[in-house]
């Protein structure tokens, strides 16, 4: 079971907006890094946003200024809001993050299993 499910994607023309959530699941005792990935076809995947425990965020230059990542730690969601979305945006996006999780008793790396975004021009 993977204890990651993202959530918001779809179909959007390029200038518009969409909102992805995340939500961890599942007996959860602590979160670290909260984050967003994305792959497009042919390419690596790579990061997107990501977001701290403390609320410090990090973000893709080519998303700054259109992207905010947030958290919501009392509902153990992570949230990538993205505006003025481009065809380029087009891709595959990963939630990404450390959990520790009581069935396995120490920190791990864990990846949601995507959601597509698509921006027609």
């Known amino acids: 079971q993977v204890p990651l499910v993202e959530s918001g994607g779809g179909l959007v023309q390029a200038g518009g907006s969409l909102r992805l959530s995340c939500a961890a699941s599942?007996?959860?005792?602590?979160?670290?890094?909260m984050g967003w990935y994305r792959q497009a076809p042919g390419k690596q995947r790579e990061l997107v946003a990501a977001?701290?425990?403390?609320?410090?965020?990090n973000y893709a230059d080519s998303v700054k200024g259109r992207f905010t990542i947030s958290r919501d730690n009392a509902k153990k969601t992570v949230y990538l809001q993205m505006n003025s979305l481009k065809p380029e945006d087009t891709a595959v996006y990963y939630c990404?993050?450390?959990?520790?999780?009581?069935?396995?008793?120490?920190?791990?790396?864990?990846w949601g299993q995507g959601t597509q975004v698509t921006v027609s021009s």
């Open positions: 990404n993050a450390d959990l520790y999780l009581l069935s396995v008793q120490r920190f791990r790396n864990y």
């Open positions: 599942g007996s959860i005792f602590s979160i670290k890094t």
């Open positions: 977001v701290t425990t403390d609320g410090s965020t």
